[in-house]
């Protein structure tokens, strides 16, 4: 494993959801940081605050310079956050920018915040449910909208980088991400409804698990390009997973049985690529599924 002791961080979209929480673990790492944000977060603390364009060639360069390591969170991280054009264009143009220019500087590894988007189902607008239960990385895929193109393209960016500059990324496909307080929000909503989380297979995972997820896949020791799921262990509905998956998804085949409110998305490669464990688990009571959902 790497240490990040002194080495140089350059962090993109920095203002984000994740970026203030993973630039503070980078810089309880030792690490120097680097932080490049189209807007203004005045609570951001790092070596460098730099305020720029992910799409932009120079802006990029500067921020860069005599960086080590790459995290790229810059996005348009929602469908209908943006118009097409631009959800689509500001993801994609970023990510190419940023990988192409870190590649080609010599950087030797980058970490891109993709998304469980990249399989297209969740945000989906027709009748489709996922091909088998767990999610996995080979799960076919079927895109509906531009925010999951952009993130399924961005997986292709990061291995055409690999190939070409040899630097090493890997892309974590995030489901929703927020710290507890709107995790718990969100679980009660599931509660009264549970059907809109099966096609992201009810997953969450807490801001704090996310940045550490980050450090891991920065000091880890993997090469190449890799894509995979990352999610807590559990699900973020109180039901049981077996008996939502029976109510929602009958057909759907299952290529495992799923112990309790066990998240059915299988987290093998982030546990053997980066040494990933979820640590923060929601204090959601595990309920009966009512009667009228089964």
């Known amino acids: ?115 469980i988007n990249a399989y297209g189902l969740p945000m989906n607008r027709h009748d489709v449910t996922p091909a088998y239960f767990p999610l996995d990385t080979d799960i076919p895929v079927d895109i509906a909208d531009w925010y999951s193109l952009s993130k399924h393209h961005g997986e292709g960016t990061a291995r055409m980088a690999w190939r070409q500059w040899g630097i090493d990324v890997v892309t974590l496909r995030f489901p929703h991400v927020h710290d507890e307080h709107a995790l718990m929000a969100q679980s009660k909503q599931l509660e009264a409804d549970p059907r809109p989380g099966l096609r992201e297979a009810w997953s969450y995972l807490h801001t704090e698990d996310a940045a550490r997820a980050i450090v891991l896949a920065l000091t880890a020791t993997t090469t190449g390009a890799h894509a995979f799921f990352l999610a807590a262990n559990d699900t973020i509905a109180p039901y049981r997973t077996e008996a939502m998956l029976e109510a929602f998804a009958p057909a759907a085949p299952r290529l495992r049985r799923f112990v309790e409110r066990e998240v059915p998305i299988d987290l093998t490669p982030a546990r053997e690529l980066i040494g990933f464990e979820a640590h923060r688990r929601l204090p959601v009571p595990t309920l009966d599924l009512p009667a009228e959902f089964r």
């Open 1 to 115: 494993m790497t240490s990040l002791n002194g080495a140089r961080v350059l962090v993109t979209g920095a203002s984000g959801r994740i970026g203030p929480v993973a630039v503070a673990h980078l810089r309880a790492a030792g690490a120097q940081v680097t932080t490049l944000s189209i807007q203004e977060n005045p609570g951001l603390e790092a070596e460098r605050v730099l305020l720029g364009d992910t799409r932009s060639q120079e802006d990029v360069r500067a921020a860069l310079e005599g960086a080590d390591f790459v995290v790229h969170l810059a996005a348009l991280a929602h469908r209908d956050i943006a118009p097409p054009y631009d959800v689509y264009s500001v993801n994609v143009v970023s990510t190419f920018n940023v990988l192409a220019q870190a590649g080609a500087a010599g950087v030797g590894r980058a970490v891109v915040a993709g998304s």
